[in-house]
């Protein structure tokens, strides 16, 4: 986009040029384009640390039941009562208080599962785009075969039979996300790898690991930190959709999933139970996009992903 | 065109043997399908005599050879659950999710198209911000809310629309709407930097030069180029599609494959699931192979580069 704008100043009359800005204004701008990252940042770190922080922050215990004061609406509307400000599930228990806690595990399964996915995706990819041909039409087709499967059938069928535990959880999405690195990773690896100073630590007789681990990986840590952190977005979004089918993360535990999942079930009435846990799930997945594409434009304007 | 398509079709075959393999490793490698199939108080004996009726005592490559062969034929096995071939219950489903699967199609182009289209031609302003914002937006959205919220609102609230179901054309509408919700925020940020970029080609001086009026200028000339993209990366996105279809068709009780292979998974009966996987994975390999052999007819660079 950059280039097609310059393209545009050049055309439509040489002589009206702004004059340069100076060092400041060009700081000051870019900060500016930023604005809707910094914000998402922001907000990003309050839900990490409202998660952290539930024991303390959280007004109830997420599991305490109150039956006299079940099904409960929120504060501003009829009936509301400020002792629960979300108001109450089907069994009485404080809603804020368990969308307070249910972001411990949809924060912790996205970072646990992405962790994985990123070290055998950068592993993978790299092995593809370095060693030659014979490496790489292997671990492409084996990419095409898992990005070509139904995943999230593939996700559901696992646990089905491993049985729903946040472990399995975790180790599921982490081995189902790899796929997604690959195809980047792999690109980059081979331009970097025609570049004179790779040549050159051949040449100087490097190991293939030194080369790999001390000369390409170090240029390729902006892509993995801009996808890995794209993804954490995507994992919440399919750890939530597991538990709100009943196969993710089981009740009673407080997960914005499963609560999703349960409120469903009074949505003719009560449908602030099913409401606020899915409110909770967007905003912090917006948040993290937002955050992932500021970061993108920060670190490599010209990346393409 | 001839290497292209042979290319192509060999990794088509590599892809299908894959597929078969993580399939027939779902149930054989990750459990013990005979623990699921008998009850838990049976003795040694049942074990025995079911571990020998599934053929499990023989080697893993004698049993996936027999998976295979049979697989071919439409034979997945009886579903554990009724008694019915595995194959004929899946195919019975199929055609409300590929219905659902079109209409979200259908649904995102029909929000992507215009808005894309808008947004490109009057870029940076108010109305090129707004689609960004929708479109970021979508794609945060976790389509199972949306769905629910849709319910909420269309039919708890205003009795607008049926919650669940199929049948009707009113049936058609949440679904379609939450699966085009899915798709259409990348597809409309195609279709924007597809028209941007061609806007700018000497092919569209040319045509403004020739003293077109602006609306076919962008029709005929801009708006066709500006699909080859489109097409591709949608051709690419049909997992996700499909993936999406079967998020939407567990919120709507839509009775398609995913229902059923989520009650399927519910109920541990295996035969089902497997086959559902296998011509789901089947469906998603065969539309990207069209639209590559499509892509590979409308634009030659591509069937000569890659």
């Known amino acids: 986009m950059a280039v097609s704008a310059g393209g545009e100043v050049t055309l439509k009359g040489a002589g009206a040029l702004s004059p340069e800005p100076t060092a400041g204004q060009v700081s000051l701008r870019r900060l500016w384009r930023l604005k809707w990252g910094l914000a998402a940042a922001a907000l990003l770190l309050l839900i990490v640390a409202s998660a952290v922080l539930a024991p303390w922050l959280a007004p109830y215990n997420p599991l305490t039941v109150d039956i006299q004061h079940r099904l409960a609406p929120a504060v501003w509307m009829d009936g509301g009562t400020p002792k629960h400000l979300l108001g109450t599930d089907q069994v009485g228990r404080d809603l804020l208080s368990r969308v307070i806690y249910g972001g411990r595990v949809s924060l912790a399964v996205g970072v646990a599962a992405v962790l994985i996915s990123a070290t055998i995706g950068v592993l993978t990819g790299l092995a593809a785009g370095y060693f030659g041909p014979r490496v790489d039409w292997l671990i492409m087709t084996l990419v095409n075969v898992m990005l070509s499967f139904p995943f999230v059938l593939l996700a559901l069928a696992v646990i089905a039979v491993l049985g729903p535990s946040l472990v399995n959880m975790i180790i599921v999405l982490g081995i189902a996300d790899w796929p997604l690195y690959v195809r980047v990773i792999r690109a980059e690896t081979m331009s970097i790898r025609e570049r004179d100073f790779v040549v050159a630590g051949r040449a100087l007789g490097m190991s293939h690991a030194r080369i790999i681990f001390r000369q390409i990986f170090p240029n390729l840590v902006s892509v993995i930190v801009v996808i890995a952190t794209l993804q954490v977005a995507r994992v919440i979004i399919l750890e939530s959709f597991l538990s709100f089918l009943g196969l993710g993360v089981q009740p009673p535990t407080p997960a914005w999933g499963n609560m999703l999942g349960e409120g469903r079930v009074y949505m003719l009435n009560s449908w602030w139970i099913a409401a606020f846990p899915g409110l909770a799930i967007f905003v912090t997945t917006l948040a993290i996009n937002l955050m992932g594409n500021a970061l993108r434009d920060w670190l490599d304007p010209h990346m393409k992903l | ?306």
């Open chain 2, 1 to 306: 065109m001839k290497p292209y398509v042979a290319r192509q079709l060999v990794q088509l075959v590599v892809v299908i043997i894959g597929i078969s393999m993580l399939a027939f490793a779902i149930l054989h490698v990750i459990g013990d399908p005979v623990l699921l199939l008998l009850p838990q108080n049976a003795g040694k004996e049942e074990y025995a005599r079911y571990h020998k009726l599934l053929g499990l005592d023989q080697p893993v490559y004698v049993q996936y050879w027999r998976f295979a062969s049979r697989a071919i034929q439409g034979d997945f096995g009886k579903s554990w659950y009724t008694d019915t071939p595995a194959f004929r219950l899946v195919l019975q489903r199929m055609a409300p999710t590929i219905y659902l699967t079109l209409a979200g199609l259908v649904m995102a182009l029909l929000i992507a198209l215009p808005l894309g289209i808008l947004a490109a031609l009057r870029r940076h302003s108010f109305v090129d911000n707004l689609c960004t914002m929708i479109a970021v937006a979508g794609q945060a959205m976790p389509i199972f809310w949306l769905g629910i919220m849709l319910i909420i609102v269309f039919a708890v609230r205003l009795k607008a629309l049926p919650a669940s179901g199929y049948g009707t054309w009113q049936h058609f509408l949440m679904p379609a709407f939450t699966l085009g919700a899915f798709l259409a925020p990348l597809t409309m940020r195609l279709v924007r930097s597809g028209v941007i970029e061609i806007m700018n080609m000497e092919y569209i001086k040319t045509a403004r030069a020739k003293g077109l009026s602006e609306r076919i200028v962008v029709i005929k000339h801009a708006f066709r180029n500006a699909c080859i993209p489109v097409i591709t990366v949608l051709g690419l996105q049909f997992g996700q599609l499909l993936g999406g279809a079967i998020v939407t068709e567990t919120v709507f009780a839509w009775p398609g494959v995913a229902t059923l292979a989520v009650e399927s998974i519910r109920n541990q009966d295996f035969p089902v699931v497997q086959c559902a996987v296998v011509l789901l994975a089947l469906i998603i390999v065969s539309v990207n192979f069209i639209v590559d052999m499509i892509v590979g007819l409308i634009d030659p660079r591509i069937r000569v580069g890659a």
